[in-house]
């Protein structure tokens, strides 16, 4: 299998070089990604840092870096300094970055080595890389079909074979819901684990950056490199931050059972509740439990989300950087360079973002919105009390057909189950739970764990246990 | 939400918008709109006044500057849409009365 681990195992074996593989993964992207077209820009320079990674790690074996020579895929929103970073817009379209996210100074630290930057909706609006002023991506398992979204790149990188591991970022699922798509692991870190520092800003309540891999022991290792404390974001926090969430032999599972009923793929219900039945076979507590306030997630969720959007998004205005539309007074500046550079979607949150923040609407939507995120909160805390982890599906479907969702509201609704999450600020995890059958082609599907705040390696534990082992 | 109204959201956030984007955007955005509604069926009380998501509390660093003097000056420049010597171009905002 294509992880870290084994790459790392055959690099001090003597039987692979970080620069052999480099060849590889360049050769494979330059064959494959013509029709997937999961990157933006590719790094062709990162075959001269395989090369010094070799003789590095020939000098240093065991003693080495844990990432050194580990080709890694990046998210077209993350920042590398002097790399083309557009957030798959044409706002940013020539924008390059002036300095390197937090995440990825440590992953440099750690060895990684970057070899491109992955396509995503226009400014991680959406959940299918359609939106993308970059061209659309197609999932490498089915390509009738969208690989998720938004971190849809970074996930078809990984499917495709192409690099062991993508670094999305996820605000309501954007790197769960293409995990599960693509049939890969994806976490979602509690929030404030992993800087903000040089991630472009979509909700910052909600944002948070993550590993896609196959393993779950591979997220765990890139989390364990990218997470910590970090001076330049005031929202990130220490690891002694929440009260210690243990790792055990054998947990009690809740389900929100009442959740699972509407419109949910009738093939995906059955996937998981054969997923429980394994659950209770290896001698797991399958619990239901009530999560009311679940159900308004998504109706709270659109409005937060687009009113950070609204206010995050402002900065784009065509005077400091990225594109600028010239015209005859600066307010005419301002409104052409929005239109002309933001895509449909995008325009459609700010709108929305500005309309629930507005006068005499605030309370009633915003004030409401961040109630309900209050008292999910409670919610969850008591249902936590009760049981280790929470469990659903990642997705109410399978991977879609390309152009299918054209309802904006439809392709909201795909996430219904991860949103809660980002909401409340708890970490989750998604890996394949099965495979379900769409016009003879076999598509994965993932399940989801959530863990109490603080709890992301509780939930690592129990996806090596019930995912990793018996792969 | 009718097309002025979303006109108006496109003023308030300086987004030039077409007449056919207004007729779009007041579908989608009333549909939305239905949809979150929802989320006024919740009722708080004196309790829930101040929002309890986040860890609430301060968070201070050193005020010190990190990076040597220009380190970032050329890049940040280059970026821009317009710049003379080592400044950033705008246009006027204030105009005389000639004009």
Same mark, same amino acid.
């Given at each position: ?24 993964t ?23 840092e ?33 790399? %083309?970073?557009? @957030?798959?817009?044409?706002? &940013?379209?020539?924008? +390059?970055?002036? /300095?390197? =996210?937090?995440?990825?100074?440590? *992953?440099?630290a ?25 061209g ?13 979204g ?22 309501g699922?954007?790197? %769960?819901?293409? @995990?599960?798509?693509?049939? &890969?692991?994806g976490? +979602?870190?509690t /929030?404030? =684990?992993?800087?903000r520092?040089? *991630? ?56 929100p ?18 997923? &429980? ?13 009530? *999560? ?29 950087y ?47 919105a961040?109630?309900?995120r ?14 280790d ?23 909201y ?28 082609v076999?598509l ?28 | ?10 003023q ?35 309790d ?49 009365e000639?004009?």
């Amino acid at each position: 299998m294509f992880t870290i681990a084994n790459l790392r195992k055959q690099f001090l074996e003597g039987v692979l070089t970080p620069k052999k593989l480099m060849e590889k993964t360049l050769a494979d992207i330059k064959a494959k990604d013509k029709d997937i077209n999961a990157f933006i820009d590719v790094y062709d320079e990162a075959l001269l840092e395989a090369e010094k990674a070799t003789k590095q790690l020939a000098e240093e074996g065991e003693k080495s870096a844990p990432l050194l020579g580990i080709p890694v895929a990046i998210k077209n929103n993350i920042l590398i300094k002097g790399k %083309r970073k557009a @957030a798959a817009s044409k706002m &940013l379209e020539n924008y +390059k970055a002036t /300095y390197d =996210a937090t995440i990825i100074s440590r *992953l440099r630290a750690a060895g990684a080595i970057f070899v491109g930057s992955t396509n995503m909706d226009e400014f991680a609006m959406g959940s299918s890389t359609e939106s993308s002023y970059f061209g659309i991506t197609k999932n490498p398992l089915d390509n009738k079909r969208v690989p998720g979204g938004s971190s849809g790149g970074s996930a078809a990188a990984v499917a495709m074979g192409a690099v062991p591991v993508a670094i999305g970022t996820d605000t309501g699922g954007s790197i %769960r819901q293409p @995990a599960s798509y693509c049939g &890969l692991v994806g976490f +979602k870190p509690t /929030y404030g =684990a992993v800087s903000r520092y040089g *991630l472009m800003a979509m909700g910052s309540s909600l944002d948070q950056a993550g590993p896609l891999t196959n393993t779950v022991a591979d997220a765990e290792l890139i989390h364990n490199v990218m997470a910590g404390l970090d001076p330049m974001d005031n929202t990130s926090i220490a690891p002694d931050t929440y009260k210690e969430v243990s790792i055990k032999e054998k947990y009690t599972f809740g389900v929100p059972k009442k959740l699972l009923v509407d419109g949910i793929d009738p093939d995906v219900f059955n996937t998981f509740n054969r997923h &429980l039945e394994v659950l209770e076979a290896m001698g797991h507590k399958i619990v239901e439990v009530d *999560l009311p306030l679940f159900e308004k997630g998504l109706a709270a969720y659109y409005i937060v989300m687009p009113a950070e959007v609204s206010s995050n998004l402002a900065r784009y205005d065509g005077i400091r950087y990225g594109l600028s539309v010239e015209a005859d007074n600066l307010l005419d500046v301002y409104q052409k360079t929005r239109a002309e550079g933001f895509g449909r979607e995008v325009k459609r949150r700010i709108l929305l973002g500005t309309y629930v923040l507005s006068s005499g609407y605030y309370d009633a939507f915003y004030g409401k919105a961040e109630l309900a995120r209050s008292k999910m909160r409670q919610e969850l805390n008591e249902v936590f009390n009760k049981v280790d982890a929470i469990i659903t599906p990642t997705t109410p479907t399978p991977a879609f057909k390309i152009g299918e969702k054209s309802d904006p509201l439809a392709m909201y609704r795909e996430d219904i189950f991860t949103v809660p999450v980002n909401l409340t600020g708890v970490p989750a995890l998604s890996f394949p739970m099965g495979m379900v059958e769409r016009e003879g082609v076999s598509l994965p599907v993932g399940v989801q764990y959530i863990a109490p705040h603080g709890g992301d390696n509780r939930l690592f534990a129990i996806g090596k246990k019930i995912y990793d082992e018996r792969l | 939400m009718n097309k002025e109204d979303i006109k108006h959201l496109g003023q308030l956030s300086r987004i030039e918008l077409s007449d056919e984007d207004a007729d779009n955007f007041s579908k989608e955005i009333s549909a939305i709109i239905s949809y979150v509604e929802v989320v006024q069926d919740i009722i708080g009380n004196e309790d829930d006044k101040e929002p309890k998501v986040g860890a609430r509390f301060n968070v201070f660093r050193d005020d010190v500057v990190i990076n040597e003097p220009d380190s970032y000056t050329k890049d940040i420049l280059a970026e821009m849409p317009k710049s003379q010597d080592r400044y950033l171009v705008v246009k006027k905002i204030l105009q005389t009365e000639s004009e």
